[in-house]
C-alpha cells in the first residue's frame, strides 16, 4: 500500500515535471520540408548576403545544405545540374516586418486579427495564433524570393503580443510552417498609434509621455514577476514541495522572457527622439531592443543605433502618411547601414504584402539613394540588407541568410541582376526543395484560390 | 547635390529670370543633344535633339541645330514629364492629419471641386517632381454620391499662380459595401444620370432655378443635391467630362460598359482590377483604365482576379493604360509600377506612353505629355531607365523652366551627412 502511494505519488511527480516541461514549450514547430534534390547551380552570378559576388561561380547543394561555392565543381551523377549562366543566385529574401496571415487577403473584418486592441500591454497574445493559414499572400511573396518572413502583431498597443518567424512554405497548420528554433520576438510600438487608439477611449495612453509610462509600468510587474520566478527556482526541493510556485502569468510569461533574453524586441517607433528613449527604457531594465521598425528619423540617430547594436528596419521611401513619418530621407537605409564605419545593421522590410514581392526593389532604391547621398556601398553589401540581416535580427542567422557552407539550402535564381526591377525570382529552394519555379508553374497554392472565380481552375488562372 | 549644381549652373548663366519667370520674354534657348527620345507616342525611341524655346519645345529632330544653351544627353533617356493620374497631391499634406487634408465635403456630393484648396507649396509637388512627376490630376475622395467629386488638373511648377484647369473630370466609384447593395448604388447612379439629361441649359442659370428643378425631382430631392451638384451633373453629359468611375469587380465593369453606353459618357475605369476577365468587351467600348500594375493582391472579394500579369494582357487587348500608385506622397512610383508591368508582359514603350501621352490624350490635356513641336517643354532627362525604381531625373523641366531639384527630403539627408562636427541643428 505504502509503496503503491509512493509509486503514484512519483507518477504525479513526474506527470507534473512533464507537464511543465510540456508548458514550457507549447505550440512547437512542426516544420517539414519538401523532398530534397542535391543539384549544382553552374556558372552563376552570385550575392552571397554576407557582402560577397562571386562571378560565373557555381554552388552546390545536398542534403538541404549548402556544401559548396566555387569555380568549376565536379559534375557527379548523384546531382542534378541547373546551368545558370548569365542568372543571378541569392539567398531566399527575408522580410522582418511581415503581417501575412493576420491581416489576410481578403482584408475583410472577419479574419482581420493583428492588433488585439483591448487593452494598451498584450503581451500574452501571440501572432501565430491570429495567423490565417490559407492566406493567399504568402505565395505572391514566394515569387518575389521570400522564404522566411517574420509576423508581427499590429502597432495598436505599447506591447502587442509575441511575433513568430515562418518558412514561406504554406501549410495547413501555423505549427507546420513556424521556422524550427526561431525564437519568439516581442512587437512593442511607440509614438502615434498607441497613443490614439487608448486616447480616442480617455485612457491611457493619450500621450507619449504616457507611452513611456505605460512600457516602464510593464516592465516593473516584468521585473517582480521574475525575481518571484527566480526566487522560486532557488529554492531547495524540499523548500519548493512545502511553498507555491508562482502562478502563471501568459502576460508575464512573455516580458520575462524578454528579461531573460529569449525573446527578441521588435519595437515599431517612427521618430528619432522616440527611439531614443526607448533605447533608455531598455537599459533601465536591462533588455536589448533588437531593431526599430519603419523609423523614418533613424538617419538622425544612425550612430546611437549602432553603438547599441540595434537594427533598424526600414523603408526605402515611405513617408507622409502620418506626422511621424515626415522626415523622410531616401538614404535613410544607407546612413544606418554606414554609421560607425559600417557597423550599422539596416535591414529593408515591407510592412505591406506587395512590398514584400518587391524587397530586391526596395533595397536597389535605398542603395541608390546611399550612393547619391555619397556613400560608397556595393550591391553585394546592399544584398545583406534583405538577407542576412533580417535573419540576425529574426535568430535565425545561424540557419540561413547568407549562403554559407553547412547552412540551410535557401537559395533564389533571378533572370537578371536581382537590382533590377526588371528581374523575376525563377527559381526558388527551401531548404534544398524546390518551392518555386517559374517556368513550370510550380507553386503552392492557397485552398482561398481554389475554384473562387471559376470553379474549374484556380484563382489566377 | 549635382543636380542643384546644374541648376545653380543655368540660373548663373541665364539669370533667375529661366528660372522663376515666365519665358516669354526670354530670347535664349535650350538645346538637349543626342538624347534617346521616347516622344511618349506609339513610336519606338529615336536618337534626337529637343530644342526649347520659352514654354515651348520648338523642334524635335534628329538633325543638329543650334541652341543658346546646350545640355549633352549623350547616352541618356529623354522622356515627356509623367502625369499623375488619380491624385492627391496638392490636397493633403500628412495623410492621417485631417486638418491637413482638403480632399472631401460635407455639403456638395456631385459639384464638390477640390481646386481651390490646391497648395502649390505642398512638399508632395518638389518630391514628386523632382522624381519625374510633372503634373497631376488631383481628385477628391469619396463623396456622398456614387458619381461626384470633381478632379482638376495641375502643372506642378509650383508656382502660387497656379497653372491648371478647373474640374475637368468626375469622379465616381462602385464596389462591395458593408452597408448597402451595389444594385442600389446602380439604381442611384441611373437615376442622377436621367435626372441629368433631364436638366437643360435654361434652367441653370439661376440658383433660384434650379432650387425648382431640385424640388421636382425625386432623386435630386432625396440625394438633398445643391445647385453646383446640379450644374456639375449637366456639365458630365453636356461637356463630356470625363468620368472617372473606381471598379474591380468584372461584373461592375460589365454594369459600368452598360452606363456608359445608355449615357453616351465618356468613361474611365480606375482600379480595374478584374479587367483581364472582360478585356474585350472594356476594348470594343474603348474605355481606358487606369491601373496598379504592381498589384495583384486579392485585396478585397471584389478584386479577386489580381494578377501581377494583367497589364500585359490588357495592352494585348488593345487598351489604352495608365497608372496610378496608392500612397500621392509617393505617386512618382508608377513608375516602378510601370517597371513591373514589363516585367511581366508589357511592353516598355507602352509603359512608358502610359505615364505620358495616353493620359494626356485620354484627359484632353492640350499640349502635353508629348515631346513634339509646338507642346508645352514637361521634360525630363533621366540618370538612367525611368521605369528602375532606382533611377531619378538629372533634369526636370516644366514649361520650359529648369526646375530645381532640391527637396526637404535632400536638404534633411544633407543636414545629416554633412558638417557632422557641427550640432545638428545648427547645420544648413
Same mark, same amino acid.
Given at each position: 500500500m505504502t509503496n503503491l502511494i509512493k509509486y503514484l505519488q512519483l507518477s504525479i511527480?513526474?506527470?507534473?515535471?512533464?507537464?511543465?516541461? =510540456?508548458?514550457?514549450?507549447?505550440?512547437?514547430?512542426?516544420?517539414?520540408?519538401?523532398? %530534397?534534390?542535391?543539384?549544382?547551380?553552374?556558372?552563376?552570378?552570385?550575392?552571397?548576403?554576407?557582402?560577397?559576388? /562571386?562571378?560565373?561561380?557555381?554552388?552546390?547543394?545536398?542534403?538541404? !545544405?549548402?556544401?559548396?561555392?566555387?569555380?568549376?565543381? @565536379?559534375?557527379?551523377?548523384?546531382?542534378?545540374? +541547373?546551368?545558370?549562366?548569365?542568372?543571378?543566385?541569392? %539567398?531566399?529574401?527575408?522580410?522582418?516586418?511581415?503581417?501575412?496571415?493576420?491581416?489576410? #487577403? @481578403?482584408?475583410?473584418?472577419?479574419?482581420?486579427?493583428?492588433?488585439?486592441?483591448?487593452? %494598451?500591454?498584450?503581451?500574452?497574445?501571440? #501572432?501565430?495564433?491570429?495567423?490565417?493559414?490559407?492566406? @493567399?499572400?504568402?505565395?505572391?511573396? =514566394?515569387?518575389?524570393?521570400?522564404?522566411?518572413?517574420?509576423?508581427?502583431?499590429?502597432?495598436?498597443?505599447?506591447?502587442?503580443?509575441?511575433?513568430?518567424?515562418?518558412?514561406?512554405?504554406?501549410?495547413?497548420?501555423?505549427?507546420?510552417?513556424?521556422?524550427?528554433?526561431?525564437?519568439?520576438?516581442?512587437?512593442?510600438?511607440?509614438?502615434?498609434?498607441?497613443?490614439? *487608439?487608448?486616447?480616442?477611449?480617455?485612457?491611457?495612453?493619450?500621450?507619449?509621455?504616457?507611452? +513611456?509610462?505605460?512600457?516602464?509600468?510593464?516592465?516593473?510587474?516584468?521585473?517582480?514577476?521574475?525575481?518571484?520566478?527566480?526566487?522560486?527556482?532557488?529554492?531547495?526541493?524540499?523548500?519548493?514541495?512545502?511553498?507555491?510556485?508562482?502562478?502563471?502569468?501568459?502576460?508575464?510569461?512573455?516580458?520575462?522572457?524578454?528579461?531573460?533574453?529569449?525573446?527578441?524586441?521588435?519595437?515599431?517607433?517612427?521618430?528619432?527622439?522616440?527611439?531614443?528613449?526607448?533605447?533608455?527604457?531598455?537599459?533601465?531594465?536591462?533588455?536589448? +531592443?533588437?531593431? /526599430?521598425?519603419?523609423? *523614418?528619423?533613424?538617419?538622425?540617430?544612425?550612430?546611437?543605433?549602432?553603438?547599441?547594436?540595434?537594427?533598424?528596419?526600414?523603408? #526605402?521611401?515611405?513617408?507622409? /502618411?502620418?506626422?511621424?513619418?515626415?522626415?523622410? *530621407?531616401?538614404?535613410?537605409?544607407?546612413?544606418?547601414?554606414?554609421?560607425?564605419?559600417?557597423?550599422?545593421?539596416?535591414?529593408?522590410?515591407?510592412?505591406?504584402?506587395?512590398? +514584400?514581392?518587391?524587397?530586391?526593389?526596395?533595397?536597389?532604391?535605398?542603395?541608390?539613394?546611399?550612393?547619391?547621398?555619397?556613400?560608397?556601398?556595393?550591391?553585394?553589401?546592399?544584398?545583406?540588407?534583405?538577407?542576412?540581416?533580417?535573419?540576425?535580427?529574426?535568430?535565425?542567422?545561424?540557419?540561413?541568410?547568407?549562403? !554559407?557552407?553547412?547552412?540551410?539550402?535557401?537559395?533564389?535564381?533571378?533572370?537578371?541582376?536581382?537590382?533590377?526591377?526588371?528581374? =523575376?525570382?525563377?527559381? *526558388?529552394?527551401?531548404?534544398?526543395?524546390? #518551392?518555386?519555379?517559374?517556368?513550370?508553374?510550380?507553386?503552392?497554392?492557397?485552398?482561398?484560390?481554389?475554384?473562387?472565380?471559376?470553379?474549374?481552375?484556380?484563382?489566377?488562372? | 547635390m549635382f543636380n542643384k549644381k546644374i541648376h545653380q549652373y543655368i540660373t548663373a548663366i541665364f539669370g533667375y529670370a529661366l528660372i522663376t519667370l515666365s519665358t516669354t520674354v526670354f530670347a535664349e534657348t535650350i538645346l538637349i543633344k543626342n538624347a534617346t527620345i521616347y516622344d511618349g507616342n506609339t513610336n519606338k525611341p529615336y536618337e534626337g535633339n529637343v530644342l526649347i524655346d520659352g514654354k515651348i519645345i520648338k523642334k524635335v529632330s534628329p538633325n543638329d541645330m543650334q541652341g543658346d544653351f546646350i545640355i549633352d544627353a549623350s547616352g541618356k533617356i529623354v522622356t515627356p514629364g509623367f502625369i499623375a493620374t488619380d491624385t492627391n497631391i496638392g490636397i493633403v499634406e500628412i495623410g492621417a492629419l485631417s486638418v491637413t487634408r482638403d480632399d472631401s465635403s460635407e455639403i456638395y456630393k456631385i459639384g464638390f471641386s477640390i481646386y481651390d484648396a490646391f497648395n502649390p507649396n505642398s512638399t508632395l509637388i518638389p518630391w514628386n517632381r523632382s522624381n519625374g512627376i510633372t503634373s497631376a490630376l488631383t481628385i477628391p475622395q469619396n463623396t456622398a454620391s456614387p458619381i461626384g467629386g470633381l478632379g482638376s488638373f495641375f502643372v506642378l511648377d509650383g508656382e502660387l499662380d497656379i497653372t491648371g484647369e478647373k474640374d475637368m473630370v468626375m469622379t465616381g466609384r462602385v464596389g462591395g459595401s458593408s452597408n448597402h447593395s451595389r444594385s442600389e448604388t446602380y439604381a442611384v447612379i441611373d437615376d442622377l444620370l436621367s435626372f441629368a439629361k433631364s436638366l437643360n441649359q435654361k434652367d441653370l442659370s439661376k440658383d433660384a432655378d434650379i432650387s425648382e428643378v431640385i424640388d421636382n425631382s425625386t432623386i435630386a430631392e432625396f440625394m438633398e443635391l445643391h445647385p453646383r451638384d446640379v450644374r456639375a451633373l449637366f456639365k458630365l453629359l453636356n461637356n463630356d467630362l470625363p468620368l472617372v468611375m473606381k471598379a474591380h469587380r468584372a461584373s461592375d465593369l460589365l454594369k459600368l460598359v452598360e452606363i456608359k453606353k445608355k449615357y453616351n459618357l465618356n468613361l474611365i475605369i480606375m482600379g480595374a482590377q478584374e479587367a483581364n476577365l472582360v478585356k474585350d468587351v472594356i476594348a470594343k467600348n474603348d474605355i481606358p483604365l487606369i491601373i496598379n500594375p504592381i498589384n495583384n493582391i486579392p485585396g478585397s472579394f471584389d478584386e479577386l482576379a489580381s494578377n501581377i500579369k494583367m497589364a500585359g494582357m490588357l495592352e494585348k487587348a488593345d487598351i489604352e493604360l495608365m497608372f496610378t500608385a496608392p500612397r500621392s506622397h509617393n505617386f512618382h512610383l508608377i513608375r516602378q509600377g510601370a517597371g513591373v508591368a514589363v516585367a511581366n508582359g508589357m511592353s516598355y514603350e507602352t509603359a512608358i506612353r502610359g505615364l505620358s501621352a495616353t493620359p494626356a490624350k485620354v484627359f484632353g490635356l492640350e499640349k502635353r505629355g508629348e515631346i513634339k513641336q509646338g507642346n508645352f517643354a514637361d521634360i525630363i532627362i533621366w540618370d538612367a531607365d525611368p521605369l528602375e525604381p532606382s533611377s531619378m531625373p538629372e533634369y526636370v523641366f516644366i514649361n520650359g523652366q529648369s526646375i530645381d531639384l532640391t527637396t526637404r527630403s535632400s536638404r534633411l539627408r544633407d543636414r545629416y551627412t554633412s558638417d557632422p562636427e557641427k550640432p545638428n541643428t545648427y547645420r544648413n
Open positions: 511527480l513526474v506527470f507534473l515535471c512533464f507537464n511543465i516541461e =510540456l508548458s514550457a514549450k507549447p505550440f512547437e514547430s512542426t516544420y517539414e520540408p519538401l523532398p %530534397p534534390i542535391n543539384l549544382l547551380i553552374q556558372n552563376a552570378n552570385i550575392y552571397d548576403g554576407e557582402g560577397n559576388e /562571386f562571378q560565373q561561380t557555381d554552388l552546390l547543394i545536398q542534403d538541404r !545544405k549548402i556544401i559548396a561555392i566555387g569555380k568549376d565543381l @565536379p559534375v557527379s551523377d548523384s546531382f542534378q545540374v +541547373i546551368d545558370a549562366t548569365g542568372k543571378w543566385i541569392t %539567398p531566399g529574401i527575408i522580410d522582418i516586418h511581415s503581417h501575412m496571415g493576420v491581416y489576410p #487577403a @481578403p482584408g475583410v473584418s472577419t479574419s482581420s486579427d493583428g492588433n488585439e486592441a483591448t487593452s %494598451p500591454v498584450t503581451a500574452d497574445v501571440w #501572432a501565430e495564433h491570429s495567423m490565417w493559414v490559407q492566406d @493567399p499572400q504568402y505565395t505572391l511573396a =514566394l515569387s518575389g524570393g521570400v522564404t522566411a518572413f517574420h509576423v508581427l502583431p499590429g502597432s495598436a498597443n505599447l506591447i502587442g503580443g509575441r511575433g513568430v518567424t515562418v518558412k514561406n512554405l504554406q501549410r495547413n497548420t501555423i505549427n507546420s510552417m513556424k521556422f524550427p528554433d526561431a525564437p519568439h520576438s516581442l512587437k512593442m510600438a511607440c509614438g502615434e498609434n498607441p497613443k490614439r *487608439v487608448y486616447g480616442n477611449r480617455q485612457q491611457a495612453p493619450s500621450t507619449r509621455m504616457g507611452n +513611456i509610462a505605460g512600457y516602464r509600468k510593464a516592465w516593473i510587474e516584468a521585473e517582480s514577476y521574475l525575481n518571484r520566478l527566480n526566487e522560486y527556482e532557488s529554492k531547495s526541493e524540499d523548500a519548493k514541495e512545502m511553498g507555491y510556485k508562482p502562478t502563471r502569468d501568459l502576460e508575464l510569461d512573455t516580458l520575462a522572457g524578454v528579461l531573460k533574453g529569449e525573446i527578441l524586441v521588435h519595437n515599431h517607433c517612427y521618430r528619432a527622439d522616440e527611439m531614443a528613449s526607448m533605447i533608455d527604457v531598455a537599459k533601465e531594465f536591462g533588455y536589448k +531592443i533588437t531593431a /526599430f521598425h519603419h523609423g *523614418v528619423e533613424a538617419y538622425k540617430i544612425a550612430d546611437l543605433l549602432a553603438d547599441n547594436g540595434i537594427c533598424g528596419a526600414l523603408w #526605402a521611401d515611405w513617408w507622409g /502618411f502620418k506626422h511621424e513619418a515626415y522626415d523622410m *530621407v531616401q538614404a535613410n537605409i544607407a546612413i544606418v547601414d554606414q554609421a560607425r564605419n559600417g557597423t550599422g545593421c539596416a535591414i529593408v522590410h515591407s510592412d505591406d504584402a506587395i512590398g +514584400i514581392q518587391h524587397l530586391n526593389q526596395e533595397a536597389s532604391k535605398a542603395l541608390a539613394a546611399g550612393l547619391r547621398a555619397g556613400f560608397e556601398i556595393t550591391k553585394a553589401r546592399a544584398m545583406n540588407w534583405i538577407t542576412s540581416n533580417p535573419a540576425k535580427a529574426a535568430g535565425i542567422y545561424d540557419q540561413t541568410g547568407s549562403l !554559407k557552407v553547412g547552412k540551410n539550402a535557401d537559395v533564389v535564381i533571378w533572370s537578371k541582376n536581382p537590382f533590377s526591377v526588371y528581374a =523575376l525570382a525563377e527559381t *526558388v529552394f527551401i531548404d534544398g526543395a524546390l #518551392a518555386y519555379d517559374r517556368a513550370t508553374n510550380f507553386y503552392p497554392s492557397s485552398d482561398f484560390d481554389v475554384g473562387i472565380i471559376k470553379p474549374s481552375k484556380n484563382r489566377t488562372e | -
